[in-house]
């Protein structure tokens, strides 16, 4: 099986950079996934990232690191309307018959 | 079109009734499917569909039965629920099922409410 671990709230200020950790235990990774869900609205894909390193764009950036099975999601010069719950989700070879995992989710609140 | 259509957008139903949720995308994905959530929770898989085929069905309730007329058309049938059933249903799709599941591309959902 597969278990991900994101920090549940975070709070940042308006202009600043926030970093949403999320650490996995996989058998079989594939690649991590970063989806953005405003409340009352609709997962939306944000980045994935197969190989090691970090992905940019625009404000945002995931970062994978497969030897410490961990990556992350930054977001820079925050904005109000990045206010919303993100979640890492993992391709798995061996999570059986679920294409991808979903975390928890990370609530984000942007403050003034 | 990058879009994924759900309707209806509410939904308040008895215990005794009989509903349908639709869901339909026009990207030519060969993979769709369905989701239930809870507030304050992620996704939670219901079924896959993969070239119009059930690929998987996570232990879901029979009264859940899904549909899958066409490649841009999946059905949800709702039957005899209960209200712990009351959630959003999140339709979406993909390219595939294997390599590209990655990127998926929701819907808005339909708010479901069992009374």
């Known amino acids: 099986g597969q278990s991900l671990e994101q920090p549940s709230e975070v709070t940042a200020v308006e202009g600043a950079i926030v970093q949403i950790n999320c650490t996995y235990q996989t058998s079989g990774f594939y690649g991590l996934s970063w989806y953005q869900q405003h409340d009352g609205g609709a997962p939306t894909f944000l980045s994935y990232?197969?190989?090691?390193g970090l992905e940019e764009t625009g404000r945002f950036s995931s970062f994978l690191s497969r030897s410490d099975s961990y990556g992350y999601l930054l977001l820079q010069e925050l904005q109000m309307k990045d206010s919303a719950s993100y979640f890492c989700?993992?391709?798995?070879?061996?999570?059986?018959?679920?294409?991808?995992?979903f975390g928890k989710g990370t609530r984000l609140s942007v403050i003034a | 079109d990058t879009e994924v259509t759900q309707t209806p957008k509410h939904l308040v139903m008895g215990m005794t009734n009989k509903k349908s949720l639709k869901c339909e995308q026009h990207m030519g994905h060969r993979a769709m499917y369905w989701y239930k959530q809870k507030a304050k929770k992620p996704p939670e898989l219901m079924f896959v569909y993969s070239y119009e085929k059930l690929s998987i069905n996570e232990s879901v309730p029979s009264r859940f039965s899904p549909e899958c007329p066409n490649s841009s058309l999946l059905n949800l049938h709702l039957h005899a629920l209960q209200p712990e059933d009351s959630a959003l249903y999140l339709c979406?799709?993909?390219?595939?099922?294997?390599?590209?599941?990655?990127?998926?591309?929701f819907g808005p959902g339909t708010r479901l409410t069992v009374t």
């Open positions: 990232n197969a190989l090691d």
């Open positions: 979406a799709s993909s390219q595939g099922l294997a390599a590209s599941s990655y990127e998926q591309y």
């Open positions: 989700a993992v391709r798995d070879r061996d999570s059986g018959n679920t294409p991808l995992v």
